[in-house]
């Protein structure tokens, strides 16, 4: 199975560059992968969802290539946390789900320490909170472990790994760890 984006979010709308003409940059929605491609209307609201996969698309026409953290614009830098806030709220049971089900990288090493902030005593305190119940919510998480903002810890970690600052790939990129299928399979380990 190829793993290809179906839908993303703009985050920059280009009107005018110096080599394509005017350019979208976009962020996908299943692995956060950075590209651009050729608008085909006149105007975007930053954020707003466009399809991107096989066949007729709506908003987008050719995608020229994958794009690096780096060459992003200065506002589409800026803007980035916020779209990819939107998306994993979008997505929230997926999201809350790797605070149900994340394990341990090594024995020393759990994958909820990879998370910025998420050290072995806010660790260990979602690992007990977990197992009595799992969580339901962000807001969930928040009150039982008195973690502020999970959502940031997510978009924090993902724009690490745009970046390339970490080997381990949790949620960006083809290679990420963390994916429905694996998902699924974590949750018959745990049960």
Known sequence: MRKTEKYARVIDFIP???VNGPLLHLVGEDYFVLFNAEPTKKDYDIGERLYVGKGPRDGVGVI???LKYSDLTGPGKSIL???LRQIILDKEEFYVNFFNYAPAITNRMHSL???PGIGKKHR???LE????EKFKSFKDIEKRTKIHDPVGLIVERIILEMR???RHRLFYGKNKFYTPETLEKLKKLVR
């Open 64 to 66: 020229f290539g994958i």
């Open 164 to 166: 390339g600052h970490d």
């Open 124 to 126: 260990d305190k979602i």
């Open 129 to 132: 909170e977990r197992a009595k």
């Open 113 to 115: 320490e990879l998370l």
């Open 81 to 83: 946390p916020d779209v």
């Open 16 to 18: 005018e560059s110096s």
